[in-house]
């Protein structure tokens, strides 16, 4: 069983700056596909970023620019970096690992960006 722990989370001006970091428990060589979702208030779960084992990574449209996902292999652990935080980036965070056909989901970290 994949075990996935998200951290970083919290309250942030907006403006400013974050980072979240997702803490896998086993190498993320075995891993397909590492990727961040969001959460908002009375919202569906929403695709954010995602990074392959190669280090390739794809962004929800509207995010790109402003998100940067990146891997760390040696930590076992991927990282979320988020600039320029807007009220609307105010969410739970998740990260999913793929690892063949199972799929494994932290707990979440919330976000909460005050104007």
């Known amino acids: 069983q994949v075990q996935l722990v998200e951290s970083g989370g919290g309250l942030v001006q907006a403006g400013g700056s974050l980072t979240l970091s997702c803490a896998i428990s086993?190498?993320?060589?075995?891993?397909?596909?590492m990727s961040w979702y969001r959460q908002a208030p009375g919202k569906s779960r929403q695709f954010v970023a995602n990074?392959?084992?190669?280090?390739?990574?794809n962004y929800k449209n509207s995010l790109e620019g402003r998100f940067t996902v990146s891997r760390d292999n040696a930590e076992n652990t991927i990282h979320l970096q988020i600039h320029r935080l807007q009220p609307d980036d105010t969410a739970v965070y998740y990260c999913?690992?793929?690892?063949?056909?199972?799929?494994?989901w932290g707990q979440g970290t919330q976000v909460t960006v005050s104007s």
């Open positions: 999913k690992a793929i690892q063949g056909v199972e799929e494994y």
């Open positions: 086993e190498s993320l060589t075995n891993i397909n596909v």
């Open positions: 990074i392959t084992p190669g280090g390739s990574t």
